[in-house]
Nanobody
Framework: REMLLESGGGSVQAGGSLRLSCTTS????????VGWFRQVPGKEREEVAT??????????ADSAKGRFNISRDSAENPLTVYLQMNSLKSEDTAMYYC???????????????????WGQGTQVTVSS
């Protein structure tokens, strides 16, 4: 069974940093789109950053550009993807989810619904 194991959330003051990790489990194939999404109550889940493990190509939401960095570990299976979050703001407070799919990010337009596997989520709280 394919699973995603997340870790690294927590509480931090504004201006601080956190690193989230997402590790695949049970995957046969090693080339994946792996994305980080976040959601606050009452709002839609929004994409933060995505990486395509085959080429290392990345995408960042405007809110993440210049502050967050998505990267992957050198090992292919299991694959671990990191989200380094710097200069955190109170508006970054949310539940962060890791998601993976073989093809989602290869589409011209894609969204959360295109990702087939999701982690359980990890809470990030930034206090001002």
């Amino acid at each position: 069974r394919e699973m995603l194991l997340e870790s690294g959330g927590g509480s931090v003051q504004a201006g601080g940093s956190l690193r989230l990790s997402c590790t695949t489990s049970g995957y046969v194939y090693t080339v994946l789109c792996v994305g980080w999404f976040r959601q606050v109550p009452g709002k839609e889940r929004e994409e933060v950053a995505t990486i395509y493990s085959g080429t290392g190509a990345t995408f960042y939401a405007d809110s993440a550009k210049g502050r967050f960095n998505i990267s992957r570990d050198s090992a292919e299976n299991p694959l671990t993807v990191y989200l380094q979050m710097n200069s955190l703001k109170s508006e970054d407070t949310a539940m962060y989810y890791c998601a993976a799919d073989r093809f989602a990010c290869l589409r011209t337009v894609y969204g959360a619904a295109d990702f087939g596997t999701w982690g359980q989520g990890t809470q990030v709280t930034v206090s001002s």
